[in-house]
C-alpha cells in the first residue's frame, strides 16, 4: 500500500480526531482497505501460479521418469531390485522434480520472502523433541484415520491402492531403503513444501499457508491413500513450522515417520518375517507414550494458546475460503491441480 492516497489512522488518537481533516476520511478509508484486500488477492494469485508452475514441473518430469522406465526390461528392475528403485526415485523424485523446480520458484521469487527461505531459529533441544514427539502422535492420529478410510471403501468395494516398494534383500539395500525413504524424502520435502513453499503464502495468514501447502502435499503423492495421509501430516508439519519458525522439528518427524515405514522391511530382512508385526507395534506404543507425555508437556507450557495479539482485524480483509479459493483458481494451478486429482483418483481400484 506504499503511495497510496490514503493511510490508515492512527487508532491511538482519541475519539473525534480526523487524521486527513476531511468529511469524507470514513469513506476513504474503507476504500484503502477495500483496495488493500484486493491487492492481497493478487498477491496470493502470484504465488498461486508460482507454486502451480513448480508443480507442473513435478508432473512433467515424473512422466518423463515413467518413460525411462518403460525401456524394455528396466521397469522390472525397478520392481525387483530395491537399490535400483531407491536411486532412481532419489533422484527422479526427490531430486529433479522436487528440489529443483521448487528451488527454482523459490529463487525466482526471493524479493517475496519476508523471512528466511529455511527456517532456522535455535530451539533448545527439550523444545525440539517436545515438539517431534507431539508431532509423532500427530502421525500415528493420521495413520489411524487412513485405515478407518481403507476400512469405509473396502465395505463399498473399492480398493485403495499405493506404490510399493522392493523389499531390501541385502544390507546395503537396506541402508538405501532407509536413506530413500527415511533421509531424503525428510530432507528434500520439507525443504520444497515448508520452506520453498509455505514461506512463499504464510505472510497471508499462516493457518491459511499451512492449509493450502498441506493439500498441495498430499496430493503430489498421487493415490488416495497418501493424499489423506501426507495432508493431515503436511497440517501437522506446518503447524510445528510456524509455532517453532524453525525446520527441524519438521524433519525429524518427518524422517521418523517414513521411518517407521522402512523399519519393518529392515527387521524382516534381519530377523524374520515375523519380527515385522512385532517392531511395528513396538514403533506405535513408543511413540504414542511419548507423544502424549510431549503434548501434555507442551499444553502446559501454554505452547498451544494462540497469540490473540498478534491477530490484526482489519475491514473488508479477505476471509480464510476466499485466500484458498484465490490461490487455488488461478490458470498456473489448476491444470497440475486436476491432472494430480484425476492420478489420485486412478488409484481407487473396484
Request: aromatic letters at 14%; charged letters at 15%.
Amino acid at each position: 500500500m506504499d503511495n497510496y492516497y490514503y493511510q490508515p489512522p492512527n487508532w491511538n488518537q482519541p475519539p473525534g480526531y480526523d487524521p486527513q481533516g476531511s468529511e469524507n476520511t470514513s469513506a476513504m478509508r474503507n476504500m484503502y482497505y477495500i483496495e488493500k484486500a484486493r491487492l492481497e488477492r493478487k498477491q496470493i494469485r502470484k504465488a498461486g501460479n508460482a507454486i502451480g508452475l513448480a508443480m507442473t514441473a513435478y508432473v512433467l518430469v515424473q512422466l518423463a521418469a515413467s518413460l525411462v522406465l518403460s525401456i524394455d526390461g528396466l521397469y522390472e528392475k525397478y520392481l525387483s531390485s530395491p537399490i535400483f528403485q531407491a536411486s532412481f526415485n532419489t533422484i527422479a523424485v526427490e531430486l529433479c522434480a522436487l528440489v529443483i523446480p521448487f528451488g527454482i520458484m523459490a529463487l525466482i521469487n526471493k524479493k517475496n520472502y519476508e523471512s528466511d527461505l529455511i527456517p532456522a531459529e535455535k530451539l533448545p533441544f527439550g523444545r525440539a523433541c517436545l515438539w517431534v514427539g507431539f508431532g509423532m502422535l500427530c502421525c500415528i492420529g493420521a495413520d489411524y484415520v487412513v485405515g478407518i478410510l481403507v476400512t469405509i471403501f473396502d465395505s463399498f468395494g473399492y480398493t485403495l491402492t499405493q506404490p510399493e516398494t522392493a523389499d531390501p534383500n541385502t544390507l546395503f539395500a537396506c541402508i538405501m531403503s532407509v536413506v530413500s525413504t527415511a533421509i531424503v524424502p525428510a530432507l528434500c520435502e520439507e525443504f520444497s513444501l515448508r520452506c520453498c513453499s509455505l514461506g512463499l503464502v504464510k505472510k497471508y495468514g499462516k493457518g491459511f499457508g499451512v492449509f493450502c501447502v498441506s493439500l498441495v502435499f498430499g496430493l503430489l503423492h498421487g493415490n488416495v491413500i497418501q493424499l489423506v495421509f501426507a495432508t493431515l501430516v503436511g497440517l501437522i508439519l506446518g503447524f510445528v513450522t510456524v509455532k517453532t519458525n524453525s525446520i527441524v522439528p519438521a524433519v525429524l518427524i518427518h524422517a521418523f515417520n517414513n521411518g517407521m515405514a522402512v523399519a519393518g522391511d529392515v527387521f524382516v530382512y534381519a530377523f524374520g518375517e515375523s519380527a515385522n508385526e512385532y517392531s511395528t507395534y513396538a514403533m506405535f506404543a513408543f511413540w504414542f507414550i511419548v507423544g502424549v507425555l510431549c503434548a501434555a508437556i507442551l499444553a502446559l507450557k501454554g505452547q498451544f494458546k494462540k497469540d490473540i495479539k498478534s491477530i490484526n482485524y482489519e475491514p473488508y480483509q479477505n476471509s480464510a475460503l476466499k485466500k484458498a479459493a484465490t490461490f487455488f483458481f488461478v490458470p498456473g494451478m489448476i491444470i497440475p491441480f486436476l491432472f494430480l486429482v484425476f492420478e489420485t483418483l486412478m488409484s481407487v481400484e473396484s
